[in-house]
T-cell receptor, first 109, second 112 residues
Framework: KNEVEQSPQNLTAQEGEFITINCSYSVGISALHWLQQHPGGGIVSLFMLSSGKKKHGRLIATINIQEKHSSLHITASHPRDSAVYICAALTGLSDKLIFGTGTRLQVFP | EAQVTQNPRYLITVTGKKLTVTCSQNMNHEYMSWYRQDPGLGLRQIYYSMNVEVTDKGDVPEGYKVSRKEKRNFPLILESPSPNQTSLYFC???????????FGQGTRLTVV
């Protein structure tokens, strides 16, 4: 079992839909990153959070430390949101990032 | 502009021919790391460095070498590449503690 699990692996949506991507982890963490990877492109950091909730435009990330779970929400999804979304747990002891396998999102007009 | 620069972006090479993928950051970051990304496996750490002349193995270091002679540069060396090293490689950097991670654009390597 992977230490960081994401669901779903693939997600398709119509433009305007509300999207939720989930990340669960089994290790002790100090923070969790959400990353975005566009096809053929590099990886961009969206959020780092250690508690509660963060919002940036149409993106919202939440984390529940007790339940070892984080979610990334996209409101009013748009085709340009199509990308792979990756969560990465920052382990407290070793200062190391452990990555989920990613969620591939496609938003159709 | 703050960035991590990897070169080359694409590389096709033959088995056994030594190659180097360069990584440079302009943010004076202490931490740098190399990852490989394979379908279904996510990003896996190859080597990392917490400062100049300080490097250590990650989860999949076999077949790779690194060096950190200057703070800004962290090259990945494949002394004798093999087809199982065909992958998408990413370099990343951060201030201490990975509070904010910056990634390069990736290097797609094919070893035939």
């Amino acid at each position: 079992k992977n230490e960081v699990e994401q669901s779903p692996q693939n997600l398709t949506a119509q433009e305007g839909e509300f999207i939720t991507i989930n990340c669960s982890y089994s290790v002790g963490i100090s923070a969790l990153h959400w990353l975005q990877q566009h096809p053929g492109g590099g990886i961009v950091s969206l959020f780092m959070l250690s508690s509660g909730k963060k919002k940036h435009g149409r993106l919202i990330a939440t984390i529940n430390i007790q339940e070892k779970h984080s979610s990334l929400h996209i409101t009013a999804s748009h085709p340009r949101d199509s990308a792979v979304y990756i969560c990465a747990a920052l382990t407290g002891l070793s200062d190391k990032l452990i990555f989920g396998t990613g969620t591939r999102l496609q938003v159709f007009p | 502009e703050a960035q991590v620069t990897q070169n080359p972006r694409y590389l096709i090479t033959v088995t056994g021919k030594k190659l180097t993928v360069t990584c440079s950051q302009n943010m004076n970051h202490e931490y740098m790391s190399w990852y490989r990304q394979d379908p279904g496996l996510g990003l896996r750490q190859i080597y990392y460095s917490m400062n100049v002349e300080v490097t250590d193995k990650g989860d999949v270091p076999e077949g790779y070498k690194v060096s950190r002679k200057e703070k800004r540069n962290f090259p990945l060396i494949l002394e004798s590449p093999s087809p199982n090293q065909t992958s998408l490689y990413f370099c990343a950097s951060s201030y201490r503690g990975w509070t904010e991670a910056f990634f390069g654009q990736g290097t797609r390597l094919t070893v035939v």
